[in-house]
């Protein structure tokens, strides 16, 4: 199974009005409104047999309530090769960072390795660029939006999420919920 571990980011009409003006850039493919979320850690294909193992070392994470903000848009890796376009996490990274980490230390007692533990910037994928795009017009957009504020939330909660590919895209599968701890 694909696992990963997010926090769903309920549907918003300033995310939503956003995706349709990335659609006008050029070939993107955008993130389905229902399956936006930000990704707290992709641990990758492992066999189903370990899915309660995994389940166990994530719902051990302990953390409090705190609040994310969603502020600016930008790409990776870069405007002259956009390959990603996300929106950025202004309020609630350091909180964010620690929970990813309790995750890989968890993970790892029990002998998990996630396919990603490189350096994590918090941020919600919008879309993917596909092909040509229009640089200008993408430009333009950002710098709309580089000091807009779309979401203010709090966080009680993350979820470990299944992930089954298909060729209308991803269908996320909820596996678990790891709700605040007031340890």
């Known amino acids: 199974m694909r696992v990963f571990v997010g926090i769903p980011i309920n549907q918003d009409s300033k995310i939503s009005s956003l995706l349709g ?7 993107v493919k955008l993130v389905e409104l229902d399956n936006i979320h930000l990704t707290l850690l992709f641990i ?9 193992e ?13 609040e994310v903000s969603l502020k ?12 990603v376009i996300w929106i950025g996490v202004e309020k609630g990274k350091g909180e964010l960072i620690l929970i990813r980490n309790k995750l890989i230390a968890n993970l790892a007692k029990i002998g998990i390795k996630p396919d990603d533990e490189s ?12 092909g040509g795009v229009n640089i200008g017009k ?14 203010t939330f709090n966080v009680n909660s993350f979820f470990v ?16 919920e790891v709700k605040v701890s007031e340890s």
């Open 21 to 27: 003006e990335i659609s006008q850039v050029g070939e």
């Open 44 to 52: 990758g294909e492992k066999p189903d047999h370990l899915a309660k």
């Open 54 to 66: 995994l389940i166990k070392a994530c719902r051990t994470v302990a953390f409090k309530s705190f």
């Open 72 to 83: 600016g848009i930008g790409v990776f890796p870069n405007l002259s090769r956009p390959r």
């Open 119 to 130: 350096d994590f910037s918090p941020h919600i994928t919008l879309a993917r660029v596909r």
């Open 138 to 151: 993408l430009t333009e957009i950002i710098e709309r939006y580089s000091d807009y504020t779309f979401l």
């Open 161 to 176: 999420f299944k992930s089954t590919l298909t060729k209308n895209g991803p269908i996320y599968e909820e596996l678990s």
